[in-house]
């Protein structure tokens, strides 16, 4: 399939927009691990899930595009829409999501702080009420026992 000079700017125009569409998407994964999913194991996960993901779908705008077939001009443009976006709107995307991530901290700190002075409260009310029903019974008991037993014949 040939492809003069103005369809080939035109599909390196738009395969530079939509690497900047995945750097995006990858922004996505970079503000779960602001807000706390970055554990080795998540990491892991959320790279493979993007790499499978952009691969597929940078296949079908190959196919799409230029119909299937490999033309570095179309990859080099997507890795400079990702790395354009990356290195400017996804710099100060960074920030924003540590801002972020602090607030979610800092409110599900707060709201752990909160459930456990709930449950701690929950607790001292059930031994109270625990210790009045054992007291309650043992004076049953006691009451109980002193009473004369009858003989049968």
Known sequence: MHLNVYQQSEIFYF???FGAALGIYYDLY?????????????????????M??????????????VNGRL???????HLIGFFSYRFSFG???????????????FVS?????????????????ACYFNDKYRQISCAFVKKHGERKKFKTI
């Open 15 to 17: 395969a530079f927009v």
């Open 71 to 77: 033309r570095a001009f179309v990859i080099f443009s």
């Open 30 to 50: 970079r503000l779960l691990r602001y807000l706390g999913l970055d554990s080795k194991a998540a990491v892991m996960t959320q790279d493979i899930i993007f």
């Open 109 to 125: 700190g707060a709201a752990v702080k909160f459930f456990e002075w709930i449950t701690k409260g929950a607790e001292k009310f």
């Open 91 to 105: 710099m100060l995307s960074g920030f924003v999501f540590k801002f972020l991530g602090r607030i979610f901290g």
């Open 52 to 65: 499978s993901t952009a691969g597929v779908m940078c296949f079908l705008f190959a196919e799409v595009t």
